[in-house]
């Protein structure tokens, strides 16, 4: 049934025919805080589309849906093998999923090197190397030529590496 949810919401979200998906691995390190535990997710991920509309499946390294993020103007919705929830947009999808806001939205960007349009201010290029601090986090994209992005957030001290397969 979680399989054919998910199908079903992949194929009401229309995409330009130059939107090309994007494939790796991710792992999100969220240090401790005071209300809670440090937090550690990896997964396999899919990402389709853009700031203002797209998708991203996550998945296990075998294969086995995780969980998949649909979201479009006004909307965010996050399905799992145990249904779906619907969001306002996505930072509060991201705050339920991952126990802190990370930048979902900005992510189709960054992963193909640039900075997101969209940010409420613009860019400011790194002080020690490629790539931008941008809506609270440093992008260093030091290892983009091998598929690689870092992006590292103060407080709460969190790090997000992704890892693109060539495909």
Known sequence: ????????????????????????????????????????????????????????????????????????????RWVTPHGEQRFDDLDALSLHAFGETLPLRALPDWLRGRPWAGAAEPARPLPDGPGFEQSGWAVDLAGFGSGQLLAKRAAPPTRLRVQLDPR
């Open 1 to 76: 049934a979680a399989a054919a949810a998910l199908a079903a919401c992949a194929a009401a979200l229309p995409f330009a025919d130059h939107v090309a998906a994007l494939h790796g691995r991710l792992a999100v390190q969220i240090d401790a805080g005071p209300e809670r535990p440090a937090q550690s997710i990896s997964a396999s991920f899919d990402l389709l589309g853009d700031a203002r509309r797209g998708e991203l499946h996550l998945s296990t390294p075998l294969g086995t849906t995780l969980a998949a993020a649909f979201w479009g103007p006004g909307e965010a």
